[in-house]
């Protein structure tokens, strides 16, 4: 059985460490706060100018002034903090932010991301995504394995406009995870989701990655 | 003495729009975005707007306003997936746009208002956004230079401010409205509330007088984008209080 949506944030909650400050972006991202996995204490930052996001408010709670970076009303905690939008990017850009966990429509074999755009067809922008690949410590990819069209989002090129070069260090997928540490150029399958065979992945990837 | 207080936003945007003007507005979202001033904008007739925000505000909302009325020329942002009819006007080449990532723009309006007429970053390197800078190397990596930027007009929106333009914002309203009001040439701002100078501890203003030209106190509708909440039937504080 593959992984859901929900099993892949499960998945992505496992790299959180205790004590990390981490973004966390839009999307299957998002679920992963969810899964902190129990006795790990992280701070989540919030691009629009947060830190220490707490959960979705009771319907008494909900102030318009109080949202994160998916525009939806959040609450604080006692550590949270807020401040303007050149700080938050300071923070990001500047390494300060220890694993940034975000959406993906593309990865090369060489860990370059494509996630904000498809020509003639989608117009949104790239928000902070540009500034999270480029300054975040650690940068976490999840996405499914192939599109709708059973082709393989893991490519020796990204075809899309990118977000950003060489910059991720783990993809997660609704296969397996596949990563590298510092200093490897190439990607190495690491996990296989419950009941997924390696032939599988082969023949869904066109990625040259480091098989097993 | 002259006064930085009027008394509407129509008031507080006399003798400063004119057309093929630059203008800064603060918010994320719909979130501390100065909504009277942009309707007072709208109503001001002004023509060809570049206009510098994160967002394009929603249809109908924020600046989605003047979008609807064909007066924004060009708008320079990070994001602006929640509005139709700018993608309709953006891909029908009737709308100039120019993407910035979200913590570029914010640096160059940080760098605009400080006097830095640019600056080197590792965003965007190797990206669509690369194309045409100048790059330089620091310590073996990569970096390509961004402009500061400025405005005619800021239009900011604060939670509270005396009568001298100090200002205090609430919460993830803050965003972009600080570096916007160092950046305009003339910085009017809107507030929740007025009070008078002295009403606030010097310690706790975020934003230091100077900056602000003309303040209003006006009401907000502050809508709510997505409005997301939990089940009132789970215990309160069950989840991380800390």
Not at chain 1, 9 to 28: C, H, M, P, S, T
Not at chain 1, 44 to 61: A, I, K, R, T, W
Request: proline share 4%; glycine share 12%; hydrophobic share 40%.
């Amino acid at each position: 059985m593959a992984w859901t949506r929900d099993d892949m944030a499960k998945r992505a909650a496992q790299e959180l460490k205790d004590g990390f400050y981490v973004n966390l972006g839009i999307g299957i991202p998002t679920l992963v706060a969810n899964h902190i996995p129990d006795g790990v204490d992280v701070t989540l930052q919030s691009e629009n100018g947060m830190l220490g996001m707490g959960p979705f408010p009771y319907p008494d709670e909900v102030d318009p002034d109080l949202i994160n970076a998916g525009k939806q009303t959040i609450t604080e905690l006692r550590r949270s903090s807020y401040f303007n939008s050149a700080e938050s990017f300071a923070m990001i850009r500047g390494g300060h932010i220890d694993i940034s966990i975000l959406g993906a429509m593309e990865i090369s074999q060489g860990g370059d991301i494509a996630n904000w755009m498809i020509p003639g067809k989608m117009v949104k922008g790239m928000g902070g995504a540009m500034d999270l690949v480029a300054g975040v410590k650690r940068c976490v990819a999840v996405m499914d394995h192939t599109n709708r069209a059973g082709k393989s989002k893991f490519l020796p090129e990204c075809t899309l406009p990118l977000t950003g070069r060489n910059c991720i260090d783990m993809v997660i997928t609704d296969l397996g995870v596949f990563s590298r540490g510092e200093g490897e150029t190439r990607f190495r399958v690491t996990e296989l989701a419950p009941g997924v065979e390696i032939d599988e992945v082969k023949a869904k990837t066109e990625a040259d990655l480091v098989w097993g | 003495m002259s006064s930085k207080v009027f008394k509407t936003a129509a008031e507080a945007l006399q003798g400063l729009t004119f057309d093929s003007m630059t203008v800064m507005s603060g918010g994320f979202g719909l979130c501390g975005i100065p909504e009277n001033l942009i309707a007072a904008l709208r109503d001001s007739g002004a023509q060809n707007i570049t206009a510098i925000s994160n967002n394009a505000g929603v249809d109908g909302f924020g600046l989605g306003l003047l979008l609807e009325t064909r007066q924004i020329k060009k708008m320079i942002s990070s994001y602006v997936g929640e509005n139709k009819e700018f993608e309709r006007q953006f891909l029908a080449g009737e709308l100039d746009l120019e993407f910035n990532p979200q913590g570029t723009l914010a640096e160059r309006i940080r760098a605009g208002g400080a006097g830095i007429p640019g600056f080197y970053t590792k965003t965007g390197v190797g990206t669509v956004i690369a194309e045409g800078k100048p790059t330089m190397e620091f310590d073996g990596e990569e970096y390509i230079m961004e402009t500061g930027l400025k405005a005619d007009v800021s239009l900011v929106k604060a939670w509270r401010g005396d009568t001298q333009g100090n200002l205090q914002f609430k919460k993830t309203a803050r965003n972009f409205n600080p570096m916007m009001a160092t950046a305009g040439k003339v910085t009017v701002v809107e507030v929740d509330e007025l009070v008078e100078v002295g009403s606030f501890d010097p310690n706790y203003i975020h934003t230091p007088g100077i900056y602000v030209q003309r303040i209003i106190e006006a009401k907000c509708e502050k809508r709510i984008e997505n409005m997301t909440t939990r089940d009132p039937g789970l215990g309160r504080g069950e989840r991380g209080s800390a």
